[in-house]
């Protein structure tokens, strides 16, 4: 007699935990591979764009003047004191600096959500197992890199990921921080001093950034206000923590939209939206964006992947969640996601009544995807209460257990990028190779050739002096001590 899947567990159900770590384990292996696909990628990169005058500035100026550009320079952006600091500390490093940078950001992200979340299970007192964690986070790194509109300028560029990216990576750390503070018997006047600290690095990368940041620390500061009302002990531990980040994440915004050489740039973008029209837009770009965003099956997938990891593995604990609170968690979930959006496409709204630069992007889609992940998770979790047949438990391990065909689909289709990015690292290279010798030769001007941004996605390079992008030549020359003819490909 032959038996499925199915029918063989429900015979022998001592082997389903088995078969629920085997998914584990396949997830964590199918992310986690993917994740590897996006490092390795990394290996490619160089200096492009804005990187050149940074370089040109670490070189002629030194760091410390280079920092006080802040007051004056115009050339690129300054203002953005976080990403002069931390495009400092890379370029000590050379290629090897920019090279690294990607795979410490996934790193550190990673790592920064498992903390976070295993922070927050302790706190709601639910048991969730760390490889559980691990998966959740992984999850939620890949997809958000993976459905970032420019990946190159938002993960491959320096200027770009430590303006667009590094922010989110940042912000989670600081809320790890936060969290921790409910978890140890008595608070450390150094960890608060460390947080403000992190929210003013995290505020001075980029001012969408800086705005999610505001509004994750507002969300956070009136949750834990209502907490302390009620003598909650979670509540008073972490609320003063939480106030000096914010007020540091204030500081911050002030001291990038105040910056001198801010406002010498903002005569380029014409008056900015009115205060009466401002409402209107936010609502309508937050909308179309949750629209396209339903409508993309990526994102769907990722809730129902998330909805099913919840079904399969419930939390447990001292605590246990009627059905009805797990919706009023999924309705926060709903509602804190849209705000934090909202709250991203803010500065391009007000400033250039539009979107954002997709570069710019991957801020709102990694809060997309979260809303999403969790959102299903908790769904996932909710319906488990109320359907707890053996059959249909081991029906969504299965399913589960296929879904991850999804994320191995998606990096087979990344794999293209590999002789994309190969081919402009070649050139690159060869281009590098033709200046170091004609400085070796003691020339006074070399011809390059430009490298075209078109395949992957646009970036700017070299240009000749006719173009707009003639200033990041002279960037480039200044640093290399040489004049450079550039000629289009």
Not at 365 to 371: C, Q
Not at 379 to 385: C, L, N, P, Y
Not at 470 to 488: R, S
Request: glycine share 6%.
């Amino acid at each position: 007699m032959q038996f499925g899947i199915i029918e063989l567990m429900l015979l022998e159900k001592f082997t389903f935990p088995k078969f629920k770590k085997i998914i584990l384990t396949v997830g964590l292996f199918v992310l986690f591979s993917g994740l590897a696909l996006f490092i390795f990628l990394s290996y490619y990169n160089r200096y492009w764009a804005d990187d050149w005058c940074y370089n040109a500035d670490y070189l002629l100026k030194g760091f410390i003047e280079t920092l006080r550009g802040y007051f004056y320079d115009t050339t690129y952006t300054p203002s953005r004191y976080s990403v002069t600091i931390f495009a400092g500390l890379l370029n000590v490093f050379d290629i090897l600096g920019v090279q690294w940078m990607t795979p410490l950001t996934i790193l550190f992200w990673i790592m920064g959500l498992v903390f976070l979340f295993r922070n927050i299970s302790y706190l709601t007192g639910l048991q969730v197992n760390s490889a559980l964690i691990a998966l959740l986070s992984a999850l939620i790194v890949y997809f958000s890199i993976y459905l970032t509109p420019h990946l190159y300028q938002s993960f491959y560029w320096r200027t770009g990921l430590l303006t667009y990216t590094t922010p989110l990576v940042l912000t989670t750390w600081l809320f790890v921080l936060i969290t921790r503070q409910a978890l140890v018997e008595k608070l450390s006047n150094w960890e608060t001093v460390l947080a403000g600290a992190l929210a003013l690095l995290a505020g001075g990368c980029s001012e969408a950034g800086t705005t999610v940041l505001i509004s994750a620390l507002g969300v956070y500061v009136l949750l834990a206000g209502i907490g302390v009302y009620r003598k909650q002990s979670w509540a008073l531990k972490t609320l003063p923590i939480a106030v000096v980040s914010l007020v540091f994440a204030i500081v911050a915004l002030c001291l990038l939209v105040f910056a001198p050489s801010t406002l010498i740039r903002k005569a380029r973008y014409g008056e900015p939206t009115s205060f009466a029209e401002l409402p209107r837009l936010m609502f309508n770009y937050t909308y179309a964006f949750f629209v396209l965003s339903v409508k993309d099956y990526h994102h769907i997938l990722i809730a129902l992947i998330s909805a099913l990891i919840g079904f399969v593995y419930p939390v447990t604990g001292a605590r246990s969640y009627k059905f009805n609170k797990y919706i009023l968690l999924d309705v926060v979930v709903v509602v804190v996601t849209v705000l934090l959006v909202a709250a991203s496409l803010t500065p391009s709204i007000y400033i250039e009544s539009g979107l954002p630069a997709p570069r710019t992007m991957i801020i709102p889609h990694f809060i997309a995807v979260v809303g999403f992940a969790l959102g299903g998770w908790v769904t996932g979790s909710a319906f488990r209460e109320i359907w707890k047949a053996q059959w249909l438990q081991i029906s969504a391990a299965v399913l589960l257990l296929i879904s991850f065909a999804f994320p191995v689909y998606t990096f087979v289709k990344l794999s293209d990028l590999v002789s994309i990015y190969s081919q402009r690292t070649q050139l690159w290279d060869a281009r590098e190779a033709m200046i170091q010798q004609a400085l070796l030769a003691d020339e006074v001007r070399v011809t390059v050739t430009a490298i075209d941004g078109l395949p992957v996605g646009g970036i700017r390079d070299f240009d000749p002096k006719e173009k707009a992008g003639y200033w990041i030549t002279q960037c480039a020359a200044e640093y290399y001590g040489i004049k450079l003819d550039v000629v289009l490909p």
